[in-house]
Each structure stands twice: as C-alpha cells, then as structure tokens.
C-alpha cells in the first residue's frame, strides 16, 4: 500500500519531513562545527562567506542522497535500536566520502581536508544520534508509566484486512495500547494505520517484544497457513510473551465468530491446513429440503454433520444415539441455534433391528449419514465381538433398511484405519465398506463411502488425552518416537463429507486429502508449548511402545487401490480392485450367530477370513505414497 493510499498518510508524512529537515540541519551544523574545530585546532583555512555556502550546498545534497541510500528513514525514533545506530554510523563514515569529495571539488589544500575527514563523521554521529537517544529515552518513560496503570502493550502480528480491522475494535474496548504492527510485506514498510506504525517483519518479533515491553501479541493472519503459524507461535515462545490469535477464515466463516473475538491458539491452528473451498451450490441442491438421518449424530463428526446440515435448511432433521447424554447435548444445541429447525432425537443403538426400522419407517429419510461406530482402537483389540456387532452389524441394519425403504444416498463414515487394517476395529471398518459396496450393486440406493484419518479434539482422541497429561504435570505418553498420524479438524471433516456426498453417484470410496502425517512426537511438544511449559523440562514426554494392532504409520489407500482426482481438489476417488467374496453373506451370518452367542474366538476367526490383511503389520520402514 501507498503512502498516499490511507487516512493517516499526511501524518507520517508530516514526520518524516521533521526528520529529513532535522538531519539536514545536524549535517549543516556538524560542517560547521568542523570546520570551526579545524581551524581552532589545525589552523585550517577559514573560507569566505560565498565559499561556506557553496561548500555546505555541495556536502547537504551529497549528504541526503547518503541518509536515504543507508535506509535512515525505515525505522521510527521511537524504537531506534542497535541495527538503527549501524545506519547511523555508515551515514557518518560515508560522510567523509561525500567531504573528500567536496573539498576535491573546492581544490581545497590536503592539511584543510585531513582534520575534516574525522572531525566531520564524529560531529554528525552526536548531532544525529543523541537526539534519537533522547526521544527513545522519552518515550520509554511514558511507556513505563502507562504499563503501571495495566494497560496491555500489544502488539499486533499481520497489518493486513484483518490487523486493521482488529486495531479500532481493540481500541474501543479499552486495556489495549497497540504499540505496532509487524508485517513481512516490504510494501506495507513504515506505513501507519490510525496512528499505528508497521515497524518491523515478524522474525524481529522477540527483540522488538522486549525493547517495547509487549505484554500480548495478537496473531491477526485469519488465512494463515499451519507452518506460518508455528513459525510465529515459535517466535512467540522464544520471546516468552502471551499471545493470542483472531479466529481463521473457516470459523469467520461459519459465522460462529467476529475477527475482533481473540482466542489463544489452539493446535488447531498449527495443524489446519488451508481453508476448504467448497461447492455450496451442489452441496444445498443435494441436501436443502430433504429428510436427513444421522446415526451416532452426538459424536464428534456426526454433530458436527447435524449443525452442518442444520444450516442448509433440510426438510427434517433425525438424529439417533445410543448415548444418552450426547443426545441430549446435540437436541439442546440444535434446538437453541436452530429454532426453525424439524428435527428429532432418537435414543437407541444401530444394532437393534427394531429400532433401525421404526427410525427409517417412520421418518422415510432421503439421505442417511451413518457415523455411528465404535472407533477406539486398543480397547476394541480385546472387544472384538463389541467391535463387530456395532461396526459391521450395526451398518448391515443401516444398510438394509435404507434398501428397503428406497433412501436415495447412503453415506458411510470409514476410517484411513480400514486400509491393510492390522487390528480389529480397522477390520470391522473394512468390512463394513465391502458391505455397503456390495449393497450399491444390489439395489437403487447410492451407496457412498468417505474414508478419512484422525480428527482433532474429537472424542476419545489423543489431543485430549494429552491435555489431561498436561494439566496434571505429566508425563505425556507417546507410543513411539516415529509414529506419525493423519489430522484435520472436525469442521472440514464434516464439509467434506457433505460434499463427497453430492459427488458421488454410488459405489464410490472418497478418500478425503489428509495433508502431511504428522509426528505424534511433535503433536505432544506442541500442546506442551501451548500450555506455556517446555517439553524436557517442565512437562516429560515418555515413550511406552507401540499397542497391539497399533501401526507406525496409517494409509489412506490399500496396496493394490489406485486413486484418481475428482471435482473437488481435496476428495480422491478410490478405484477399488474387485475382490471376490464368496459366501460373504454365509460368513455374516455365522458370525452374527457367534456374536448372539458372545463367541469371540468366532468372531475373530470370520473377521481373518474376510479379511486377510489382519494381523499383517507392515514394515517400520515402509513408506506412505503421498497424493500429488
């Protein structure tokens, strides 16, 4: 931005002219004053008047020409620092130069110039520096009285939209002196906004944090990027000051926030990846009017898909848990946000043959998004008639009564777990998969598959798990020092099913864009530093080994599945390799024999069969194909 281009540009204009005008008259005087010096001292050669003027004329321009070339007039007086006085000192070391040159002009004798060449630069670094020294003096100490009266020295962090938009509301609430922005643009360089100075790049973060005592820095970047986040947060952490940050774009959004609303960073804002673009049109042609059932619609992703949908304006909203307490909290949020919404909640388990059809039967959903599953991993390696009776029966209930009813979309919520699984609650997801496959080729419902890794602060998930860690001083656990996972946050989670949803035209398995893995390891420092402690010294990080059926690394594709792009940049398509399955439904049937009869070592029997891959845990140095 052009200085010309805001409100406040006839202010620093105003300044900056003060200053140029001050540092033409110190070099004025600073000639003087030398030449008088070498005169008293050296018995230098006064000149005339005429010849004093013109000498002064020549150095003056050369001089300016100097100021500006060294960049003097990038930095403020108010935080004139150490690299302020380097600038300082090579504008008075080349002033020699520019002397030399004006005595070579003026043919001015050698015992004239030689005091001239060191009298004058010393003369000019007082005259320009003690007055800078003086101001910054001052100021300090009008800071230093406002910082006794509580006031918080913040600083803000992006001179974008956002910053400027942030700095009259943190005005208007009061508790907020904003010091400055820092902003890496080099357009935006000694610009002011509303009387605020940009006065520096954000990598001179800690040293300014300290020269200015800062006590908050405001991260106002809504559209930053996770590795720009960590490397401010980082900067903040280095500079030991708080720090705080405006909500991103997907939660402006989303309406749920205004940008003048500060937050302290969450670890969702260092492993978010960009914002998600998504097809809104399609997204409310698919789904606005239509009779929508939710199962497992209190947990994580599947409220998240309630207060999604809620939004679109469906004809009528059914939500069905097993949890009491989850259902009541999803009916009480639904119900207070969207009091024009028709909906339902329905207390009962997907594994309940009568309940799946006197849900379906009575609601005649159009669309039905089945997250309800059991998902925690090492629990369920020991449960595994629980594990087969929720995920693969229960969604064989689902299914079916979807065939029967004639729903139209049936979309089924898997897991990046499903992929070569090596434990039973992958198994049972990947069965599940193969069933509603199967079903697609059955009958006139579309049957759609999205397959996803972990989601942030969801239930039961390792962010949580650390934090409790964390508020207890520690340790953190951490199976192993390698392990690395798939994350994205539970709001994309939930836009991009709706949109694979859209997408699909039956028998498709979406495998949502999970971005880089990322190291348990780093996850764990992170929320440590979040917390304000330092990993290995305030808060231990102990490595227990890996759990049984328990993988290094997860995949989103199986060995012998190709993928291909589809509409939407961050949902690909996996082209499923066909694979037989004979007596499939013999199989399903005696193992719902064998669940009736709690029979596990059945159970688990038929889930090898089914599924081969079981047990098989994949090299430790086997590597994850990334999507390109």
């Known amino acids: 931005m052009n200085l010309t281009q805001h409100r406040d540009a006839p202010h620093y204009s105003n300044i900056r002219t003060l200053v140029v005008l001050h540092d033409m008259l110190a ?6 004053a030398a030449r008088w010096l070498g005169n008293l001292l050296f018995s230098s050669a006064w000149p005339g008047p005429a010849g004093l003027v013109i000498e002064g004329l020549l150095l003056l321009s050369l001089q300016v020409l100097i100021y500006w070339r060294v960049g003097l007039y990038r930095g403020l007086w108010r935080f004139a620092s150490l690299p302020d006085l380097g600038n300082l000192l090579r504008a008075s070391l080349l002033g020699s130069v520019a002397i030399g040159a004006v005595c070579l002009m003026r043919e001015i004798p050698m015992a004239t110039v030689a005091p001239l060449l060191w009298l004058y630069p010393s003369i000019l670094l007082l005259a320009l520096g003690l007055p800078r020294l003086a101001f910054r003096t001052f100021k300090d100490m009008r800071t230093e009285v406002r910082w006794r009266r509580n006031s918080h020295r913040t600083l803000i962090v992006g001179a974008g939209s956002s910053g400027r938009m942030l700095l009259p509301e943190l005005k208007r609430r009061g508790g907020h002196d904003v010091v400055g922005f820092l902003d890496d643009s080099v357009s935006l360089r000694g610009d002011e906004f509303h009387g605020v100075p940009v006065i520096g790049t954000v990598d001179q973060l800690p040293r300014i944090t300290r020269e200015a005592v800062i006590d908050l820095v405001v991260i106002a970047i809504p559209s930053a990027s996770n590795d720009q986040m960590q490397r401010i947060v980082t900067l903040c952490e280095t500079a030991d000051v708080e720090f705080k940050t405006v909500p991103t774009l997907k939660e402006l959004g989303a309406s749920v926030s205004r940008v003048d609303d500060l937050k302290p960073v969450a670890i969702d804002d260092l492993l978010g990846r960009d914002p998600v673009s998504l097809d809104w049109d399609s997204i409310r042609s698919g789904l606005a009017g239509k009779r929508v059932l939710i199962t497992g619609g209190g947990g994580s992703i599947g409220a998240e898909l309630c207060r999604q949908i809620a939004r679109l304006d469906p004809a009528g909203l ?8 989850n259902l009541y909290r999803i009916d009480y949020t639904l119900r207070t946000e969207f009091q024009d919404l028709v909906m339902d909640s329905v207390l009962g388990d997907v594994c309940d043959s009568a309940t799946v059809e006197t849900v379906v039967s009575r609601h005649r959903p159009e669309v039905i998004f089945h997250a309800a599953a059991y998902k925690h991993l090492p629990m369920l390696q020991n449960q595994v008639r629980e594990a087969f009776r929720n995920n693969v029966l229960g969604t064989a209930r689902m299914a079916d009564a979807a065939i029967r009813h004639a729903v139209d979309t049936f979309v089924l919520i898997s897991t990046d777990k499903a992929v070569n699984p090596c434990n039973v609650m992958g198994a049972t997801k990947r069965v599940a998969e193969l069933y509603c496959q199967r079903a697609n080729h059955q009958s006139d419902t579309r049957f759609i598959t999205v397959r996803f890794g972990n989601v942030l602060n969801s239930t039961g998930s390792v962010v949580p798990l650390f934090n409790e860690q964390i508020r207890k001083g520690g340790p953190v656990t951490v199976t192993h020092p390698e392990i690395t996972r798939y994350f994205m946050t539970i709001a994309e989670a939930g836009q991009l099913i709706m949109q694979s949803a859209v997408l699909g035209q039956g028998g498709e398995v979406f495998v949502l864009d999970m971005g880089k893995p990322v190291p348990i390891r780093f996850l ?4 440590i530093r979040l ?3 330092e990993p290995g010294q305030d808060i231990d990080i102990v490595y227990t080994g ?6 290094l690394f997860e995949e989103l594709f199986h060995e012998h599945e190709a993928y291909a792009n589809t509409a939407h940049q961050k949902i690909f398509l996996a082209r499923n390799v066909d694979r037989p399955l004979h007596e499939f439904d013999q199989y399903l049937q005696r193992a719902e024999r064998a669940v009736q009869h709690y029979d596990s070592v059945q159970i688990r029997k038929i ?22």
């Open 27 to 32: 070099a004025g005087l600073a000639w003087l």
């Open 318 to 325: 059914v939500v069905l848990d097993s949890s009491e307490y």
């Open 524 to 527: 764990a420092e992170q929320l």
């Open 531 to 533: 917390a304000g402690k």
């Open 546 to 551: 890996l759990r049984p059926g328990e993988k």
């Open 607 to 628: 889930l090898t069969v089914l599924i081969p891959e079981l047990g098989r845990v994949p090299p430790r140095d086997q590597k994850v194909v990334p999507l390109v």
